[in-house]
């Protein structure tokens, strides 16, 4: 900090600088969620689409108060209500035992972070209600991440009404695995009659590949399935 | 990625030879082209093949001639290569190296159809040489001397004749007229230009004689004569006074003798029997013996006979021309006459031979003659003959050959320190498997239990002038044993020494007295009988010694240095003492300089890791001249003197220089050159030997001292062609070792190993590795390792052959015929081709002879399990039905019950002229029975191509069956086709499997990357390689890189660009190779080269692997014309620079000795790309040492620092 010199008035001038700096960011957002202080110290807005970056904390307000900036907050506004009006929503419809359990704070985030995710994390999430309500329909492609992410489900999930029986718990949990394992199997299966040259048809039929060539006690996918 | 090329095995294949006098006087030499390798042999008095010198010439040597100017006596040799220039060299005795004397261009450079360098001739007088080309052209030099009596060479006349191709040409033997050149031509254009190809049909073969004439010095076509269309080879007839001028023209099935204004004589050449009609005869190489009296002609047929042609002659010219049987020899490249009475036979493939005339062929045999020639309506008729066994000539050494390597292998089966290189050589019944280890042969000659365990072994002589050792003194560990050496080796008690007490050391000390140290004393038994007894004071104990002849340094325990020299008398008087700071290590006295009293330096080493350097001299004795740390505590210390030489017979010339060798107990040896004034020392190396610390031993090889380093293998130090070599011995551990020379073996070693004595000899010097040779019937193709058992299945065909019950059925025939009835030879082990060379009992080796040949469309062929280690074959298949093997490989299928497969492509009836085609391609699956030792067929699947590549991939089998890739899985009658892509452009000669990667070789398309999809069950290409290339061999190095060598004899790698590879590997739809197209029927993808090396030899194999234990791992490959090199990935940029700047200089001072530009060679088809090539690199020991320290200087280091550089990346590799 000794730029100006041991004890000059420069040092004195700086501070006075940092704390003009902080009331004016006061003066911009209390919790600091509208901007961001970069790691150059430069301050990049967050609320505008393309993150515009400002040298110092002046031009940031400068900007604040430019129309573009209050039109793009408004916006933002607007989504966050909506958001919140979705959550509301859910939680309302949530009315399954398991999940009504558990502890609503983070249900409500998970949620609202769901609800930006992509589809497939959304399918995720349908899918560990689904599991909830026991009901087992998979997600044929990532079956080793569902199969943890599934069992980390049915952790939370696990209903602190369950826990003075936890025998029925261990048993579904078994349960669960030896189908999730049936079904790793199952399509373990299916690859190897695939490569062994069988094809589906639309209707879910096991044909053979007529550029194929076949044992004559070779299985049948048709009967096996 | 940076590689360092070092030929390691030099070609021992030989594509021409030539004899005559090159170092002048009376001894006859022999000049070998390998290829690009020109060696200069001499068989020695024993009659052994030495090689005196070999070169690499950075070329391809296509011809080679040997000239001699008239009433000179040395000869000239001529080479005519790639480089578009004619290259006359003169051998130099005394440097031991070829000079170039004249370098003469004509043309570009490359292996051309229109630029002379295919043929050369000479005039039998030595005026004129004659350089052709295979079309077109013929150039002329006149060779003369100059006033100084140098040899001088003219510009160059041309002898041209478009569109005119050229079999052969010879010089034409007229004494001391206009010299003149004969050719056999054939002239196609009328050819050419007839499209109906009537004018193709009859076109014929001509004889022309081109004569120089050196008064106008100008070349003109003397005489033109039409000859058989079956001519393919001139040989010169002597004429001038010697005979009657003229050439025999060997045609296919007959010898005329040709000469202008003189009637043909021809003679058919006599068949063999059994041979069948549709072949026919031709000659492939010839020599000619002239005495002063009598000439004669040896020809060789491609069958092996060699026939002996003479000539009736008088004043109205040749009367008769006789063809008699003389022998039978394997086929030759070239056969050479030696005036001493040898025959040199470099052989087309496998092992080349010397053989010793025993006679002449004057005794009748079967003779056709022009005189006895009848024509009849079919055409002439034949002489028929049976081939015998050896008459005329006798063998007495042979060469080892492993030309062509087929393909080869690089494993540790034997569990040794190091790998073992399998390689499949030869071909037909001379084929073998030589296993190749890294290290010098030995020859055991003895081996003898001893009553307990030795700990050291010495030999001393009586006198100094003695020939032999007369003792061999064995220390036990409380007693010593005194073996005498004469007729046999027994046990004396007259020789003087102690035998109750161990031994420190045995020597002959002074001139005549024998000298015994032990732990209590020195003993001194002088010749006369008198014992002289020196003891140790106190209760103190002798625990180190060095000696020399006239010099004896003990060290006491507790670190007392005590001096003794011999004096005038012959007495052992005491001279100094010296206390050290500890306890001695051990001691080392530096030999006596010739001509002096003694020896000036004493080595020292102790414990606390140094080695001292203490003067002997009386002026300024004990006194320390330097002090080297090392790293470990010396074990064992050895001066080794290098006598200054000017060339010889081996080496090039160097001063003399003093080493100090040091075994450290870490097992590293250390080597510093002691100054040989100041004691200083300078210019370390070390080197890591093995486990246990090295112990040091002076012996003698080839009269040279040498050095034998016993650590956890022996390994012999020693100087060859100029260079140190230090090379393990493929012997076991040895404890302690002594030179060793008696009449029946003159530079022998004495070792003790165990409680044994062993007495061997070290033979091939100068080599890299020794082999094994374990014969094979046919030609090798393919070979596999059995993985857990350790074994090796080969497959092996041959086309043109009978099956075995045919060739058995011959023979019994031909047995009979002969009147030698069944005399226990019809059995089926000879069809195993011997077994041993010296094969005698088999009258009619197949070796030797060949196998009776049949119609080009019979194939045999045969799968054979080996067990290397006993060298047993433990299966033998036979394949019946026409069929020949192909490709191999082992395969696991998954979940079937049968465990390790073997699978085997075969075609049946595979012809290639005029059209390629074959009956029906199989696939046969064999199971492995009784621990892998034999085999039993599954079944055998019909394909519609050859299947030239098998590969196991995920529990089933890919099949590369002409253009198409096939997967199969195992079934219960048949392989299963499951899926296959045909989309290769011609056929797919390699396949490699890396994860769900496949890695396909075809042809000549080089690489492409393939990807197995088993959700959709298809087979993708998603890469391939822009350039067309012939593979012949193939790698994988890692999942983006392959390395690949193609038939025009380069070494290449390529690899799929990282951002290309992450993106076929991170396609999570699978659309995208799926969909994906190239331009012009290519992948989407291509690789991208990143290395590529001509190395100027077809690579038939390649392998990752590492030779010495715990080195860095290079590629090896293996070569047609038999030779071993390796390329090795640089680790540090610094070496990179170094190395490409030593080349570039290499390549500026040092241009390659046949012309052809080193950069041209190495970029002969692509340009060379980050390799450099180490083989140029080491000759610069060969350069002479003012060049040497100039390109030192430039590189801002010493000689001997680059030297050791060279040595450094050698020893990396092997």
Known sequence: ?225 | MYLYNLTLQQATGIVSAINGNFSGGKTQEIVVARGKILSLLRPDDLGKLQTLHSVEIFGCIRSLAQFRLTGAQKDYIVVGSDSGRIVILDYNKEKNVFDKVHQETFGKSGCRRIVPGQYLAIDPKGRAVMIGACEKQKLVYVLNRDTAARLTISSPLEAHKSQTIVYSICGVDCGFDNPIFAAIELDYSEADQDSTGVAAGEAQKHLTFYELDLGLNHVSRKWSEQVDNGANMLVTVPGGGDGPSGVLVCAENFVIYKNQGHPDIRAVIPRRADLPEERGVLIVSAATHKQKSMFFFLLQTEYGDIFKVTLEHGNDGVTELKIKYFDTIPVTASMCVLKSGFLFAASEFGNHALYQFQAIGDDPDVESSSSTLMETEEGFQPVFFQPRGLKNLVRIDQAESLMPIMDMKIANLFEEETPQIFSLCGRGPRSSLRILRPGLAISEMAVSQLPGVPSAVWTVKKNVNDAFDAYIVVSFANATLVLSIGETVEEVSDSGFLDTTPSLAVSLIGDDSLMQIHPNGIRHIREDGRINEWRTPGKRTIVKVGSNGLQVVIALSGGELIYFEVDMTGQLMEVEKHEMSGDVACLDIAPVPEGRQRSRFLAVGSYDNTIRILSLDPDDCMQVLSVQSVSSPPESLLFLEVKASVGGEDGADHPANLFLNAGLQNGVLFRTVVDMVTGQLSDSRSRFLGLRPPKLFSVKVRGRPAMLCLSSRPWLGYIHQGHFLLTPLSYETLEFAASFSSDQCAEGVVAVAGDALRVFTIERLGETFNETAIPLRYTPRRFVLHPKRKLLVIIESDQGSYTAEEREAARKECFEAADMGENGNGNINQMENGGDDEDKEDPLSDEQYGYPKAESNKWVSCIRVLDPRTAATTCLLELQDNEAAFSVCTVNFHDKEYGTLLAVGTAKGLQFWPKRSLVAGFIHIYRFLEDGRSLELLHKTQVEGVPLALCQFQGRLLAGIGSVLRLYDLGKKRLLRKCENKLFPNSIVSIQTYRDRIYVGDIQESFHFCKYRRDENQLYIFADDVVPRWLTASYHIDFDTMAGADKFGNVYFVRLPQDVSDEIEEDPTGGKIKWEQGRLNGAPNKVEEIVQFHVGDVVTSLQKASLIPGGGESVLYGTVMGSLGALLPFTSRDDVDFFSHLEMHMRQEHPPLCGRDHMAYRSAYFPVKDVIDGDLCEQFPTLPLDLQRKIADELDRTPGEILKKLEEVRNKII
Not at chain 1, 113 to 130: F, G, N, R, W, Y
Not at chain 1, 155 to 174: L, M
Request: hydrophobic residues 30%; contains cysteine; glycine residues 4%.
């Open chain 1, 1 to 225: 900090m000794s730029v100006f010199g041991g004890d000059s008035w420069g040092r004195e001038a700086q501070n006075r600088k940092r704390r003009i700096d902080e009331f004016v960011l006061e003066g911009i957002d209390v919790d600091g969620s509208s901007y961001k202080k970069l790691s150059s110290g430069k301050y990049a807005c967050l609320v505008c689409r393309h993150n515009p970056i400002f040298d110092t904390p002046l031009m940031l307000s400068i900007h604040c108060k430019g129309s573009r900036h209050s039109a793009a907050k408004s916006k933002a506004k607007e989504k966050e209500l909506v958001r919140q009006d979705e959550i509301n929503k859910r939680l309302a419809l949530q009315g399954s035992p398991t999940t009504s359990s558990v502890n609503s704070s983070t249900t409500t985030k998970q949620n609202a972070q769901l609800a930006t995710k992509p589809l497939i994390q959304m399918a995720q999430k349908a899918a560990s209600e689904i599991l909830g309500n026991k009901t087992l329909k998979h997600d044929s492609r990532n079956e080793n991440l569902d199969m943890e992410l599934r069992q980390n489900d049915i952790k939370n999930v696990t209903p602190d009404f369950f826990r003075n029986h936890s025998y029925p718990e261990n048993e579904t949990s078994d349960k669960l695995i030896q189908q999730h394992l049936d079904f790793r199997e199952r399509r373990e299966r299916e690859l190897k009659f695939i490569s062994a040259g069988w094809k589906r048809d639309c209707h879910g039929k096991w044909y053979k590949d007529e550029n194929v060539e076949f044992d004559s006690d070779e299985e049948d996918p048709n009967t096996s399935f």
